[in-house]
């Protein structure tokens, strides 16, 4: 099991432990606690079940990449990424998800076994486990699912009565992701130095800087300074077993809740 350091509670926290809400554990999920990029990945099973050919795929992945040899930024990426969806149905998005996900783990080495041993860690000590992705919720929602996750922080398509626009109502990329931890632990009355959070890329950096505890995953250079300079944490980022009946027992569903239901609650905080 992996041991996890303990967060330090604020000289000013009420000595009673038991009256606290419990710590944060936030985790980025592409090559954080998967090991492929979730939104290409998607992106080409949803080609294929919608009858769309291969080509199809050419073109689309070509068009991106030519926005990003012509220096286009992240956010402009993933704005275009996102248009390729619209006009899809949201309810049909979420079953090519769970269609996706059910192929991505038969196929095996889909998750990444330090991240999500702490992940089951922070679950013991009765932590809450929050999402935070650039990904969207058909990807997202079976993910949290089968690791029992509490909520989901992702990017928010724009739709109109259950219809993908192309539009993009959030991205939750770089400080979007950081501006969404705090929000949740203003709203849970949560101090940020009892909280870890959980990173692979500089665009998680944001993030990581948000809370008392950050861990780096994998091995980006710029995570690996600021981890050499601060004294954080590294784990490696290396895939699990092939078979998810390999992992022991299988993490109960999160209830019903979706990144739809997180949405919401937050829209009405």
Request: proline share 6%; aromatic share 6%.
């Amino acid at each position: 099991m992996t041991e996890l350091p303990d967060a330090h509670p604020s000289p000013s926290a009420s000595p009673s432990v038991s009256s606290a809400p419990p710590a944060v554990a936030f985790f980025d999920v592409d090559e954080t606690l998967i090991s492929v990029n979730s939104m290409s990945r998607f992106l080409r099973h949803h080609l294929r079940v919608a009858g769309r050919s291969r080509p199809a795929l050419d073109e689309a992945v070509r068009g991106l990449r030519t926005l990003a040899a012509r220096g286009a930024s992240r956010p402009e990426l993933t704005r275009a990424y996102y248009r390729l969806y619209a006009g899809c149905d949201a309810r049909e998005l979420a079953a090519q998800g769970r269609a996706w996900f059910a192929e991505e783990t038969r196929a095996g080495d889909l998750f990444l076994t330090a991240t999500v041993a702490a992940l089951r860690e922070h679950r013991r000590r009765g932590e809450t486990v929050v999402l935070v992705s650039g990904s969207f919720a058909p990807c997202l929602d079976p993910i949290a699912q089968w690791l029992g996750a509490d909520e989901v922080l992702c990017a928010r398509p724009e739709s109109v009565e259950g219809v993908l626009t192309g539009g993009l109502d959030l991205a939750m990329l770089g400080e979007e992701k950081a501006d969404a931890v705090r929000a949740l632990l203003c709203a849970r009355g949560v101090r940020a130095d009892r909280c870890h959070a959980y990173g692979d890329h500089a665009s998680d950096l944001a993030m990581l800087r948000a809370v008392g505890h950050p861990v780096v995953v994998g091995a980006d250079p710029l995570l690996a300074r600021c981890a050499e300079e601060h004294g954080w944490r590294r784990i490696p980022a290396s895939a699990g077993p092939r078979s998810l009946r390999d992992w022991g027992e299988q993490r109960p569903s999160i209830e019903g809740r979706t990144s739809r239901d997180v949405r919401r609650r937050s829209e009405d905080a």
